[in-house]
C-alpha cells in the first residue's frame, strides 16, 4: 500500500473507529452469532447466514483500518511556505473567480468543503507549485488554467 496522509485528527477518528470494531462489534457480532446457531438447522438459518455477512463485513473493514494506519503519515496543515504540499491551502484564480482548495490526503477529502486529494487530477497538478504559478488542468469539461495567489 502506498503512504496515506492523514491530519492528526482524522488518524484519531480511525483510530477510535478501529478501537470500537474490535472491542464492540466483533463481540455484538459473535452474540449474534452464539444466538443463531442455538435456532438449529444452519443451512436455512438466515440469522446465522446476516450474522456470519456482518462478521465478514466487521472483519474486513478491521484489515482496512490496520492497512491504513501502518501506512499513515501525518500531516500538520501548513502555516504558509513557498510552495504547494500536502496540507497546504491554496487560493487561485480561474478566469475571474477566485477559489480555495486545501490540500489533503485521499481519506480525508471533501470537495465540498474545499479538501481536495492530493490524489486527485488537481491535487496533483498543484503540488509543488509555487505564487504566480499557472498550472494547467485537463477536466471532463476541457482545459482549466489556476494561477496560484496564495499559499497558506
Known sequence: MTKQYLTKERLEEIK?????L??????EVAERLKQAKEYGDLSENSEYAEA???????????GELEELIKDVVTIKMSEGGDTVKVGSK???KKG???VSYTIVGSYETSPEEGM????SPLGKAFL????GDS????????AVTFEVLKIE
Request: no cysteine; proline share 2%.
Open 52 to 62: 456470519r455477512e456482518e462478521q465478514a463485513s466487521v472483519e474486513t473493514r478491521i
Open 135 to 142: 498550472v494547467k488542468v485537463v477536466t471532463p469539461a476541457g
Open 96 to 98: 475571474e473567480k477566485t
Open 90 to 92: 491554496v487560493t487561485l
Open 22 to 27: 474490535k472491542n464492540k462489534k466483533r463481540v
Open 116 to 119: 481536495i486529494s492530493d490524489e
Open 128 to 131: 509543488g507549485k509555487n505564487v
Open 16 to 20: 477510535a473507529e478501529l478501537e470500537t
